[in-house]
């Protein structure tokens, strides 16, 4: 079955760049989407199909996605930003979700 | 506004029976699929598999095959999770979702189920 590997946890400063991976072979040919989870809270769509931003979604949130790793980049990043990232593809008649990665905001 | 609303938390014992619920509204039921997403105390998001609610087709992740069972009502646009006989392992917060495109762009609030003796 497909795997999806993102780093458990990531750190950036107030107002810098943060930049999850996630990792998967081959994963430039699916779509990614990723999803925001705060504590206590339902996820939340904050980029679809690689690199589109629903409504509502800051423009501060980017995705890309080339070769074995697809990437989400928070620009200028703020304490609401903290939270689980996870990404996801579709694989085979699968929903495919990576482990999770905890955003701390320093 | 589309909205997915489910049952309140549950607390059952193990052998149990239990069925929870997510009604659709806000939306054309039949047309994008429901997922059920599982999520144990203090790790990530599980998929345990989807329904088209427009015929009932229903495919599920290897990992909860056998183990649950999804259904759908489009008739009261409802879709439904349910175990015959429940575990402490199944002690988890459950999710409906609504796949668009392959991508899930609403999620329901979430539902506790508590399985203890």
């Known amino acids: 079955s497909y795997e999806l590997t993102q780093p458990l946890s990531v750190s950036v400063a107030l107002g810098q760049t943060a930049r999850i991976t996630c990792g998967g072979n081959n994963i430039g040919s699916k779509n990614v989407h990723w999803y925001q989870q705060k504590p206590g809270q339902a996820p939340v769509l904050v980029i679809y199909r690689d690199s589109n931003r629903p409504s509502g979604i800051p423009e501060r949130f980017s995705g890309s996605n080339s070769g074995n790793t697809a990437t989400l980049t928070i620009s200028r990043a703020q304490a609401g930003d903290e939270a689980d990232y996870y990404c996801q593809v579709w694989d085979s008649s699968n929903v495919v979700f990576g482990g999770g990665t905890k955003l701390t905001v320093l | 506004e589309v909205q997915l609303v489910q049952s309140g938390a549950e607390v059952k014992k193990p052998g149990e029976s239990l069925r929870i619920s997510c009604k659709g509204s806000?939306?054309?039921?039949?047309?994008?699929?429901i997922s059920w997403v599982r999520q144990m105390p203090g790790k990530g998001l599980e998929w345990m598999g989807r329904?088209?609610?427009?015929?009932?087709?229903?495919n599920y992740s290897p990992s909860f095959q056998g183990h649950v069972t999804i259904s759908a009502d489009k008739s009261i646009s409802t879709a439904y999770l349910q175990w015959s006989s429940l575990k402490a392992s199944d002690t988890a917060m459950y999710y409906c979702?609504?796949?668009?495109?392959?991508?899930?762009?609403?999620w329901g609030q979430g539902t506790l189920v508590t399985v203890s003796s």
């Open positions: 806000g939306y054309s039921f039949t047309s994008y699929w």
């Open positions: 329904i088209d609610p427009s015929d009932s087709y229903t």
């Open positions: 979702a609504r796949l668009q495109q392959l991508a899930i762009d609403y």
